[in-house]
């Protein structure tokens, strides 16, 4: 009995495999459970570290022509690559350039002037100052010096208690006599229309020449004062910084016959929407081409505060505007107190 019993333990028999595989199934199970676990606990973790998908900040499509007006808006502003070709920098350039005369079809200058000299003699005392400070003392200097044989003449000390809102005052005293003088003597009392002469007077360089002659004598040029400079390096036009490189790296970009309005409408810009400080990205018409997009305020709302000028119902810097300046909203400057 002992013996068949042990045979009988020692023969497998098909129901004895069955349990064997059932046995080894279930001491597998554990294993394998843990690793399907273990990778389930990854995939978690991973979606768990995905980072969350970044709000998309809209640019609007044109600048608010009235405080009161929202801002319409359209897709996040895109940025031209970093190798962009100089065939897509001219496109890209003209492109803005069209935007903004839309923007500012009454861009002008924005000096007070009646004549070549008055442009000339305001241009000078301009520096280190606003035209608006600018436009509030020439009125008093003109109605006593009207021509350049007059200031040549003046006392320099009466000269200067009038020009000394502008700042610099004794320096631009020297300045405009001292063109004054050149102008009589050697010119017959006229502001010649070539750079090259207007170069030679005192106080008188390449940007103060090119707005005498873009704006007196219909001769194109680019002005290249700190707005232009700003707004060019900004919009990746050029990374030159000295004026005179700028002016021939922008005008590369443009036919000759338009850059005296393209001076005007980069200025404009700069003075209404693209601050140095704080610009108005939110509200600028332009954003979509930008490369600079979101270095200001980019809420339409907040933005819209920001508006200087006719943009933000504010005075312009002219007391004597342009008639399309008045049509579009803007409102003259005004005189010097106590004068």
């Known amino acids: 009995m002992k013996k068949a019993a042990g045979k009988s333990t020692a023969k497998s028999t098909p129901a004895g495999k069955t349990a064997a595989a059932k046995s080894t199934a279930k001491k597998a199970a554990p294993a394998k459970s843990a690793a399907v676990e273990a990778a389930a606990a990854v995939k ?76 000339l003699v305001a241009t000078v005392l301009s520096a280190q100052t606003t035209d608006l400070r600018v436009n509030q003392t020439t009125p008093a200097l003109f109605a006593k010096y009207p021509t350049p044989e007059d200031l040549a003449a003046a006392d320099p000390e009466e000269v200067e208690e009038i020009l000394r809102p502008t700042g610099f005052f004794r320096a631009k005293t020297k300045s405009v006599m001292g063109l004054s003088k050149a102008l009589a003597e050697e010119f017959d009392g006229e502001v010649p229309g070539r750079l090259e002469d207007l170069v030679k007077l005192p106080g008188v360089g390449r940007k103060t020449a090119f707005v005498v002659l873009g704006n007196a004598f219909g001769r194109p040029g680019i002005t290249v004062d700190t707005h232009f400079q700003r707004l060019v390096r900004r919009w990746q036009w050029t990374e030159e910084t000295d004026p005179d490189k700028i002016e021939r790296a922008v005008g590369a970009l443009f036919p000759q016959s338009e850059w005296t309005m393209l001076s005007h409408h980069v200025i404009f810009h700069g003075r209404r929407i693209c601050h140095a400080r704080k610009p108005a990205c939110g509200a600028c018409p332009i ?49 010097l107190a106590g004068r």
């Open 44 to 119: 978690g973790a991973a979606v768990k570290k995905a980072a969350p998908p970044k709000k998309v900040t809209v640019a609007p499509e044109k600048a608010i022509a009235a405080v009161g007006k929202a801002s319409p808006v359209k897709d996040v502003a895109p940025k031209p690559p970093k190798g962009e070709s100089n065939t897509a920098l001219v496109r890209r350039a003209r492109r803005i350039n069209r935007e903004l005369a839309e923007v500012y079809p009454y861009a002008h200058p924005e000096l007070d002037f009646e004549n070549p000299f008055q442009l």
């Open 287 to 335: 954003a979509p081409l930008c490369p600079a997009y979101g270095e200001g305020e980019t809420d339409p709302e907040k933005a819209k505060k920001l508006l200087k000028y006719e943009k933000g119902g504010f005075p312009g810097q002219r007391l004597k505007p342009p008639q399309s300046y008045l049509d579009a909203g803007g409102t003259p400057a005004p005189p």
